[in-house]
């Protein structure tokens, strides 16, 4: 799998929690409690969290509104 993007367009439709870490430049440990807090895009498949990259955009432009 791909791990360097030059742009968001190039992320894949799901993202794992350790690409949100390498998105937002935080450590995956971070990424873990974020994508756990309330209103942050996740779907659950058992144990595994996937963000879809277009709510996960979405949620930043919401983050960055809030300022």
């Not at 937002?24 to 209103?39: A, C, D, P, Q, W």
């Not at 595994?48 to 277009?54: A, G, L, N, Q």
């Amino acid at each position: 799998m791909k791990e360097n993007y030059k742009s968001f367009d190039e992320l894949p439709m799901m993202i794992s929690v350790s690409q949100v870490a390498k998105v937002l430049g935080i450590s995956r440990t971070r990424s873990y409690e974020l994508v756990n807090e309330k209103g942050f895009p996740k779907i659950k498949i058992g144990t595994r969290i996937v963000v879809p990259k277009d709510e996960f955009k979405l949620w930043i432009q919401k983050q960055t509104k809030k300022g």
